[in-house]
């Protein structure tokens, strides 16, 4: 299994393959420049664990990167990592099918957090899971529902939770693929059938 980042950026390039080889020293990191450089990469070093990617790399145009990556391996976490400000480019590329969405400005310390929690490597919120239907979910699982269901935003979750908002990101991320589905209208379209909403 390998880690691949992509990004035309050797900087950014060399210190994001470097947080991962930090977090993951067993893992190959692969570092390419160009996107036309992934399918013969990935014959080269195998089967991938995780993508880390620019927004705007040469030859692609918006998303569809992300898109064609996504189809590919749909159930390999993607993590877009892009100087543009969250807001529609983050909309953009998280219906494109990535996971997460980092602005390269986000601290060192926190794109780690947000790796390791990609990569299952933080301590789960498995505190006393609860079956629902065929899945189970964590009481934090459980928790976050409810203050969907509430309305409240990342940031009021974040805030309510004393965690930071990609943190919030990293659970709904986790929750999301644990009983398959992509918003937060699925989510809770998924919680009133299971009965885990009082209306």
């Known amino acids: 299994m390998s880690l691949y980042v992509i990004d035309d950026h050797p900087?950014?390039?060399?210190?994001?393959?470097?947080?991962?080889r930090r977090i993951k020293p067993s893992a190959k990191v692969v570092e390419?420049?160009?996107?036309?450089?992934?399918?013969p990469a990935l014959i080269k070093?195998?089967?991938p664990e995780l993508f880390v990617l620019d927004l705007l790399l040469p030859g692609v145009r918006g998303a569809s990167g992300i898109h064609e990556v996504k189809s590919m391996y749909p159930?390999?976490?993607?993590i877009v990592v892009s100087a543009m400000p969250s807001g529609e480019a983050r909309d953009a590329c998280l219906e494109a099918g990535a996971d997460m969405y980092l602005e390269?400005?986000?601290?060192?310390?926190?794109?780690s957090q947000v790796f390791q929690d990609m990569l299952g490597l933080s301590s789960p919120d498995?505190?006393?899971?609860?079956p629902v239907g065929e899945v189970k979910l964590s009481k934090r699982q459980k928790q976050l529902i409810l203050m969907l269901d509430r309305g409240l935003s990342n940031r009021d979750i974040a805030a309510e939770l004393n965690i930071s908002e990609h943190t919030v990101k990293v659970h709904l991320w986790r929750l999301f693929?644990?009983?398959?589905?992509k918003s937060r209208t699925q989510t809770l379209h998924y919680a009133r059938s299971h009965g885990l909403l009082m209306s």
């Open 32 to 39: 390419l420049e160009k996107y036309s450089e992934l399918k």
């Open 126 to 130: 498995d505190d006393g899971e609860i």
């Open 104 to 111: 390269k400005s986000t601290d060192s310390a926190e794109i």
């Open 177 to 181: 693929r644990r009983i398959g589905v």
């Open 45 to 47: 070093h195998g089967e």
């Open 11 to 20: 900087l950014v390039r060399q210190a994001l393959a470097m947080l991962l």
């Open 75 to 78: 159930d390999v976490p993607l």
